[in-house]
């Protein structure tokens, strides 16, 4: 299984970045999609996930109501919409997956397939 996470970039504060995981050698019918970023000197943290089968979300308090997960089933893509950007939010974003049932979907140990990551950075 690979991952590969684009859409990264500069954006000043309260602008808008769509970023993109797009997984190939499997299907991903069954397994849970996530994003999670990593800011400089930070440990690696949830942002969202998504479960392929049936749709549900789940975001952190500190995206929600910002950004939105989605998926493309035929294209086996997952999208991360990040509207209302703050400078908090400049991070290594991680795409990841996991074919793991009934685990706990926020912490790293979950997924077993990571992307490469896309920097994002918001200007003040």
């Known amino acids: 299984v690979q991952l590969q996470a684009s859409g990264g970039g500069l954006v000043q504060a309260g602008g808008s970045l769509r970023l993109s995981c797009a997984a190939s050698?499997?299907?991903?019918?069954?397994?849970?999609m996530a994003w999670f970023r990593q800011a400089p000197g930070k440990e690696r943290e949830f942002v969202s996930r998504i479960r392929w089968s049936g749709g549900s979300t789940y975001y952190a308090d500190s995206v929600k109501g910002r950004f939105t997960i989605s998926g493309d089933n035929a294209k086996n893509t997952v999208y991360l919409q990040m509207n209302s950007l703050k400078p908090e939010d400049t991070a290594v974003y991680y795409c990841a997956a996991s074919t793991r049932i009934n685990s706990i979907y926020t912490l790293t140990g979950a997924y077993s397939f990571w992307g490469q990551g896309t920097l994002v950075t918001v200007s003040s």
């Open positions: 050698g499997r299907t991903f019918s069954s397994y849970v």
